[in-house]
């Protein structure tokens, strides 16, 4: 194992990020060094000013690659951008963003030396990984009070296990949240679900999991349900179980002000929201209009927030999302005030350029406002604290208190919940999707790097929307960005309101989409067994080629691959019209090409570069040496999968050997040595294509 060390600067706040004790020592600390005087610079309009510096410093060699920061915008290596710590609800996932939803400040740097740094520290940190200078790593905090921890050990896959120890075990879902979902912004009522299951189940298209997103509440309220709508919701998620479907409904972070609403009242009964300065309720504005926000960093406030949810566990729902928990605020009611004055002084009939500039950056500026995160307090166990102090981690607060509910009202039984917003620690209770991307093709990319960097940072229950949230999504992209979903952990197809319809019934191939999704059925046991064993164990699921073969300088460049787990590799297609890619092998492997599980094509490779033809319907991927991968025959659902006979596909020359894990999907014995299965296969001469 390799070796944790621990350096505390100034005072800094708990965030329960680790779990493990580690002393702290005394004195500087390794690689880094503050850097702390007065600068000049330019501001662009060649405009000098003199600016105060004070950062952590590290000075990148030549062939250093810098690896982590979970979900962010850019490459699996990060060099060359600066990145922030700042949850923020963003749908605009461009290179030119710093921050997404999450605050991951975890980094290891590979190159002549090996380690990685965990900044534990919940305000605004900038991440300047190769920007200003493109040979030096400046992190700069808003204030000198962090855990910092610096990681050492056997290469990067040693730093990261390390890591994962030190963080403590990642959320473990129920198996039925491995089925394929379909979810949209838009579907209102009983009817429009069942349309689409119907849609699914009449084209035999496998389905798990329908989503319901904020429509289904009355007026947005947290914990209740429509009744014009949903008029008897119990019996309705009775209906959906018969057809083995799964309702999983949205919760956002405001709680609606409204005269009569209990959630309100007795959050404000028990002071159980963010005050402001003068100790009165902090009243944003989401979804519902004015709103509070429970105080998710105070004990107290986390296990009644928490206990709500059994609201919806009472009438049968298994599985939730969590969203808007940056928290996502439109305006602040102090705030809007301002605003429409200014807003009165630049109107006039004729306005100038600056003028009109003025107006819309007064009215882009309401929502998410720094100003505002720097109003409000939490009440951290008796400590009063500034938001902004603390803002990365609410949603990680309103996750934990979803799932430190759920161990108390369902103590024998695992429940879905993932959330948008996230810092290190929340991977504990919860997974996350990758918020409001786009349907375009640079996005499904973002989503293959994104992968590894999330499960460095111990976050393994993920997965993007498919087929892309905003923007109108074409057939082949929905395609092959579901030939990558088919491995991912989270397999969710999510739409923004206004945008093309994409279930996958409503395009032509319906065929081809319900071998794609078969085979996501298929592979379960392979998908279930690796995502067990990497949470169990502490490892990566999805992993770049550069971590596994550090000394092929080949592998050590490709961003556009990954290993899956111990036995595959996989090489999606995210360019269109593209009828195939390049790939490359650093090993032999054995290329597997699936036309449905119905379908099986095997061809061994040897090591290097190669084009492979890709059709749209099919799913193609690599097996390792000696590596084994389990599959069977896929269902509709879940539990027509389970129990069935496993066969192997394998790529073995000799003996090699495979820990199949299954469980029932729901309990929560983990560690029972029961549900290993060893499984062999005595291997044969292999003919290279
Ligand atoms: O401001 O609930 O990321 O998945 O469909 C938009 C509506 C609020 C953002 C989530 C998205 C969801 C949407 N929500």
Redesign the pocket.
């Known amino acids: 194992m390799g070796r944790i060390r621990r350096f505390t600067i100034g005072n800094p706040i708990n965030t329960e990020a680790v779990v493990q004790e580690i002393p702290v020592e005394q004195g500087a600390f390794p690689y880094f060094t503050r850097v702390q005087g007065i600068e000049l610079k330019s501001d662009g309009d060649s405009q000098e000013t003199m600016v105060q510096k004070d950062y952590l410093s590290y000075q990148m060699g030549p062939e250093d690659k810098v690896y982590g920061l979970g979900e962010n915008v850019r490459g699996i290596d990060k060099r060359g951008w600066v990145y922030e710590s700042n949850c923020s609800?963003d749908?605009h996932h461009t290179e030119g963003k710093r921050s997404l939803y999450g605050a991951h400040n975890f980094l290891v740097v590979a190159g002549a030396k090996v380690f990685g740094v965990f900044l534990d520290y919940p305000g605004k940190l900038t991440l300047d990984i190769g920007y200003e200078d493109m040979d030096e790593i400046r992190i700069t905090p808003k204030d000198w009070n962090m855990d910092l921890y610096i990681l050492e050990g056997e290469g990067v896959l040693g730093i990261v296990e390390s890591f994962r120890q030190l963080i403590g075990r990642s959320y473990i879902p129920p198996k039925w949240a491995f089925g394929y979902g379909q979810?949209r912004?838009g579907y209102k009522c009983e009817e429009d679900i069942r349309t689409v299951v119907k849609g699914y189940r009449e084209n035999n298209i496998p389905l798990d999991s329908v989503y319901m997103?904020?429509d289904y509440m009355e007026r947005f309220k947290d914990f209740t349900i429509d009744e014009g709508r949903f008029p008897n919701f119990p019996e309705f998620v009775e209906e959906m179980k018969r057809q083995h479907i799964h309702l999983v409904p949205?919760i956002?972070a405001g709680v609606k002000i409204e005269e009569g609403y209990g959630v309100y009242e007795e959050g404000v009964e028990n002071g159980y929201f963010c005050k402001d300065e003068a100790g009165k309720e902090f009243t944003g504005a989401v979804?519902p209009g004015k709103v509070h926000f429970p105080d998710v960093l105070n004990t107290q406030a986390r296990g009644w927030f928490g206990r709500k949810y059994k609201f919806l566990l009472d009438q049968g729902i298994e599985g939730f999302?969590n969203?808007?928990n940056e928290p996502?605020i439109f305006y602040s009611e102090k705030n809007l005030g301002k605003v429409m004055k200014e807003l009165k002084s630049v109107k006039n009939d004729n306005m100038d350029m600056w003028e009109i500039f003025a107006f819309k950056d007064l009215v882009n500026g309401l929502a998410n406002n720094p100003e505002d995160y720097k109003s409000f307090y939490h009440n951290m166990d008796g400590v009063q604290v500034r938001h902004d102090k603390v803002h990365n981690l609410y949603g990680y607060g309103m996750t934990r208190a979803a799932g430190e509910a759920f161990e108390e009202l369902e103590p024998e039984k695992r429940i879905l919940i993932f959330s948008?917003s996230s810092y290190i620690g929340m991977h504990r209770y919860g997974g996350i999707?990758m918020?409001?991307n786009q349907s375009w093709w640079s996005h499904l990319l973002l989503n293959l790097k994104m992968l590894p960097s999330l499960n460095m940072c111990g976050f393994l229950y993920t997965g993007a929307?498919l087929g892309g949230?905003g923007a109108d999504a074409t057939e082949d992209l929905l395609l092959r960005w579901l030939a990558l979903g088919v491995f991912t952990p989270l397999m969710r197809n999510?739409a923004?309101?206004g945008t093309r319809e994409q279930e996958c019934y409503q395009f032509t191939r319906t065929e081809a989409f319900g071998k794609l999704i078969g085979i996501r059925y298929g592979l379960m046991p392979y998908i279930y067994s690796e995502y067990m064993k990497a949470a169990l164990r502490g490892k990566m699921l999805f992993c770049p080629l550069a971590f596994v073969y550090p000394d092929d300088k080949h592998a050590r460049e490709v961003e556009d691959q990954l290993l899956f787990g111990e036995s595959i590799m996989i090489a999606p297609v995210y360019v269109q019209n593209a009828k195939g890619r390049y790939v490359y092998l650093p090993e032999p492997m054995k290329l597997v090409r699936l036309k449905g599980m119905g379908q099986i094509e095997e061809e061994a490779l040897g090591q290097g570069h190669y084009y492979i033809e890709v059709p749209l319907e099919e799913v193609v991927f690599f097996i390792r040496p000696e590596k084994i991968v389990p599959y069977t025959e896929p269902g509709q659902y879940m539990e027509e999968v389970q129990g069935k006979e496993i066969k192997l596909l394998h790529f073995a020359s000799g003996a090699a050997e495979y820990e199949l894990y299954q469980d029932d999907g729901y309990g929560k014995d983990y560690g029972n040595p029961a549900h290993i299965t060893k499984l062999r296969v005595e291997g044969h001469t292999i003919e290279m294509a």
């Open positions: 609800d749908p979810s912004w997103d904020i949205i956002d979804w999302w969203d808007m996502a948008r999707w918020g409001d929307d949230f999510h923004a309101l």
